[in-house]
Antibody
């Protein structure tokens, strides 16, 4: 079954850090770039970051101000989103998504179900 | 990376057509033919509807049509069905990242 599954969400105190994971299955994970997207309560989708296959090139949304870092371990078919200095504004459902590459380039053609992060004291 | 502009809401009757606009700048929508559209039912994973402005992935019905003129892209949904009621988001590559629109809630009357 072709899918992405996120994990690592939960309740975290302001100022703390959190790592989210995204495991891919049913396809060649290493051949695809991976995006991270979030949706805050009552808000729209916000693109956060993208990590190319091979892991050498990364793009981030300017709004993150360097607090988030993406990485991947293709031996585990897993991508990561490391989030630092969390604040209430980071409360959201976090999705990982696969870049369509050759078939649907520069689009997000497969999404996970999301993992919820709540930043609260 | 400013969000693309979409109308917050749109509506249409069963069987009719509706068009949702997505306005950006020459740095995103106008600069690349790399606009994609997503359908999002709350609580579920977003679904890719169109990529490269007007290309449909397999399984997406041809009732969904995309176009672009200048800095504005558009999604037209024809033959509206009850299951089309959802949130719709445009997205564009922007040179050193991607940017979403604010989303449009489509109501099927």
């Amino acid at each position: 079954q072709v899918q992405l599954v996120e994990s690592g969400g939960g309740v975290v105190q302001p100022g703390r850090s959190l790592r989210l994971s995204c495991v891919g299955s049913g396809f060649t994970f290493s051949a695809h770039a991976v995006h991270w997207v979030r949706q805050a309560p009552g808000k729209g989708l916000e693109w956060l970051a993208q990590l190319w296959s091979g892991g050498n090139y990364k793009y981030y949304a300017d709004s993150l101000k360097g607090r988030f870092t993406v990485s991947r371990d293709d031996s585990k078919d897993t991508a990561y989103l490391d989030m630092n200095s969390l604040s209430a504004e980071d409360t959201a459902v976090y999705y990982c998504a696969r870049d369509g590459q050759l078939f649907a380039p520069y689009s997000l053609d497969l999404w996970g179900q999301g993992t919820t992060v709540i930043v609260s004291s | 990376q400013s969000a693309l502009t979409q109308p917050p809401s749109a509506s249409g009757s069963l069987g009719q057509s509706v068009t949702i606009s997505c306005t950006g700048t020459s740095s995103d929508v106008g600069g690349y033919s790399l606009v994609s559209w997503y359908q999002h039912h709350p609580g579920k994973a977003p679904k890719l509807l169109l990529y490269e402005v007007s290309q449909r992935p397999s399984g997406v019905p041809d009732r969904f049509f995309g176009s672009k003129s200048g800095n504005t892209a558009s999604l037209t949904v024809s033959g509206l069905q009850a299951e089309d009621e959802a949130d719709y988001y445009c997205n564009s590559y922007a040179g050193r990242g991607w940017v979403f629109g604010g989303g449009t809630k489509l109501t099927v009357l």
